[in-house]
T-cell receptor, first 113, second 118 residues
Framework: AQSVSQHNHHVILSEAASLELGCNYS??????LFWYVQYPGQHLQLLLK??????LVKGIKGFEAEFIKSKFSFNLRKPSVQWSDTAEYFC???????????FGTGTRLLVSP | GAVVSQHPSRVICKSGTSVKIECRSL??????MFWYRQFPKQSLMLMAT?????????EQGVEKDKFLINHASLTLSTLTVTSAHPEDSSFYIC??????????????FGSGTQLSVL
């Protein structure tokens, strides 16, 4: 069965600090990978996704993620965070050909001004 | 992007009562909708997959008689928590699937429903 691990449950950063949120998954086959974000009081929104091709994926709001197949990882990065990035971030995996989306436990990011 | 409306956003009910949560796709037709549940400090867990006009497919460990799912139209799916108990208190969220012609499937999420059973 697929599973997703997000190692950091809570992260606190100051504005302009760099961000990296870890995500590892367990599944031996081809996967689609996602990062979702949920801002306070809002819907889950797709931040970025990887299906195939360039393993470095750029998303909205300056976020990027790198798929490292050998490490089963899909870490999310942003070089300089802003206060408005305060949110909960979820990594998710979908085994290719299946509709089921498996989520990590989420990471709450608090950016202090 | 496409909008999925979920209602209510928060509900408090007494133990033993039933609660209905609606999930609507506002500007597209969703042949497939998904229901997830999230307990505090845990992952979003898929509960069931709902296809319009057919019975929902439940994940292992999810009681189909307790969590009734109806997907009567291409824009509406409902989740009814029957005879709710305090352990059913959780955050429930739906998503709707769109498969554009020639494109990959996309998922859009509702805003979630926080259920508290007293």
């Amino acid at each position: 069965a697929q599973s997703v691990s997000q190692h950091n449950h809570h992260v606190i950063l100051s504005e302009a600090a760099s961000l990296e949120l870890g995500c590892n998954y367990s599944y031996g086959g081809t996967v689609n990978l996602f990062w979702y974000v949920q801002y306070p009081g809002q819907h889950l929104q797709l931040l970025l996704k990887y299906f195939s091709g360039d393993p470095l994926v750029k998303g909205i709001k300056g976020f990027e993620a790198e798929f490292i197949k050998s490490k089963f990882s899909f870490n999310l990065r942003k070089p300089s965070v802003q206060w408005s990035d305060t949110a909960e971030y979820f990594c998710a995996v979908n085994a290719y050909g299946f509709q089921k989306l498996v989520f990590g436990t989420g990471t709450r990011l608090l950016v202090s001004p | 992007g496409a909008v999925v409306s979920q209602h209510p956003s928060r509900v408090i009910c007494k133990s033993g009562t039933s609660v209905k949560i609606e999930c609507r796709s506002l500007d597209f037709q969703a042949t497939t909708m998904f229901w997830y549940r999230q307990f505090p400090k845990q992952s979003l867990m898929l509960m069931a997959t709902s296809n319009e006009g057919s019975k929902a497919t439940y994940e292992q460990g999810v009681e189909k008689d307790k969590f009734l799912i109806n997907h009567a139209s291409l824009t509406l799916s409902t989740l009814t928590v029957t005879s709710a108990h305090p352990e059913d208190s959780s955050f429930y969220i739906c998503s709707a699937s769109v498969s554009p012609t020639g494109g990959r499937e996309k998922l859009f999420f509702g805003s979630g429903t926080q259920l508290s059973v007293l």
